[in-house]
C-alpha cells in the first residue's frame, strides 16, 4: 500500500502561548482520534509533527496512524520560518519514498504549516530552496491564526494560504474538524488513484481563503503584534513566560486621527527548559520601554506578588515580601524599590 505522507510544521513561537497552543494539542488529539476510525485514512495516511520557534524540531516522526500517540507541544522563542522550512525539508528528504523503476513510491506529501507571527529571522534562501525543490512535488496548505501573519511572505511558499478566525472555542473544533475531513477525504482520492489531494468545504466563518492579490507590508525581524518578556522564579528557577497583546489607543491629537501603541497583558505562562532549547540564542536583546506595557502578572510558578523584577544584570524574576531578593540568573543578592518614570526591558522576538 502507497504511504500518503501528512506533515504538521506548527508554529510554537512564545506568541502562540496559552490558549492557542492548548487548542492546538487538543486539535491534534481529535484528529488522530478521527482519522484511526476512518478506513481509508488508517490503511494510507501517515502523519508527523514538527514544531519551530528560534529552532526546529521533529517531535513525532513519520509514522502510522495506528502507532501516533498525541504530542505535548513545548514552546520556544522567535519564529525562524526559515529553520522550520530547512527542517521540513530535511524531514522529506529523508523519509518520503520516491518512485523508482522497482517500486511506486509515496503519494504527493501534503504539509500544513500553522503559524499566528511574523517570520523573526531572513527567509529568503529557504524560500528559495523551497520553490525551487519542493513546491511541486508537495501540497502545502498555510494556516495563518489572526489577522497578524505576514501573509505577503506566505503567499510565496503556495497557491493554498488560508485564514483561521481563532476567537473562540467552538471555532477552533470546526477548525480542526476541516483539517481531519481533508485528510480523509485526500485519503480516499489516492485510494482511487485520482489527485490525492483534495481540501474540505471551507466554511467562511471559520476559515477562508486569502486573496493573493493583495500584498502586506514586509517583514521584520520582530513580531510587532506582542510583546513577551522571558523571566525566571527567583524560588523554583523555573522559566516563565509574560504574554503581551498590541492594542491601539487614542493619542492626545485623536482629533488628527492619530493613535499610540501600547500592549496589554494577555497573561504570564509557566514553560519548561525546552524553552532554551528551541530558542535562538544568537539573536540580539530587543528592548520596550516600560511605559508601553499595561499590566503586570504575579508569578505563575510561585505566587509572588510581582512577577516583573528587573536585576541589574538585565535580566527579569519575580520578587515577594522578603527584604533581599536573590536574582535566579546570576544569583546577585539586593534589596529592591520601585522606580519613577519609564524604562527600558528586555523583550524577546516573540
Known sequence: MRRLPIYFLIDISES?????????????????????????AIETVWVSVLVFAGQARTIVPLQEIADFYPPRFPIGGGTSLSKGLGHL????RSNVIKTTHE?????????????????????????????????KSTNLVVISF??????????????????????????????FKWV????????????????????????????????LSKKDSP???????????????????????????KVLNDSPFSDLG??????????????????YELSDQSVNAFKINSEELIGAPTCPSCGNQYGLAICSCGKIHCIGEEEYSTCP??????????????FDINRTQG
Open 16 to 40: 502562540m502561548i496559552g490558549e492557542p497552543i492548548q487548542h492546538v494539542e487538543e486539535g491534534m488529539a481529535n484528529i488522530i482520534k478521527a482519522l484511526k476510525s476512518d478506513p481509508y
Open 89 to 92: 525539508m530535511y524531514e522529506l
Open 258 to 275: 492619530l493613535q499610540t501603541v501600547a500592549y496589554k497583558l494577555n497573561g504570564a505562562f509557566q514553560v519548561d527548559n525546552s524553552y
Open 219 to 245: 517583514q521584520e525581524y520582530i513580531d510587532p503584534n506582542f510583546v513577551v518578556l522571558a523571566a525566571k522564579c527567583q524560588n523554583t528557577k523555573r522559566p516563565y513566560l509574560m504574554k503581551y497583546r
Open 180 to 211: 481531519t475531513d481533508s485528510i480523509k477525504t485526500s485519503s480516499v482520492s489516492v485510494d482511487n488513484s485520482t489527485s490525492g489531494f483534495e481540501l474540505a468545504k471551507l466554511d467562511d466563518q471559520v476559515i477562508s481563503k486569502i486573496d
Open 329 to 342: 540568573w546570576c544569583n546577585t543578592k539586593a534589596q529592591y524599590g520601585t522606580g519613577g518614570g519609564g
Open 146 to 175: 489572526g489577522q497578524e501573519t505576514d501573509l505577503s511572505l506566505l503567499t510565496e511558499l503556495t497557491e493554498h494560504v488560508l485564514m483561521f478566525n481563532n476567537s473562540s472555542t467552538e471555532q477552533y473544533t470546526a477548525f
Open 103 to 135: 517500486q511506486k513510491g509515496d503519494w504527493k506529501p501534503i504539509i500544513f504549516l500553522l503559524t499566528d507571527g511574523v517570520p523573526t529571522d531572513d527567509t529568503r534562501s529557504a524560500i528559495q530552496e523551497w520553490k525551487q525543490n519542493w513546491q
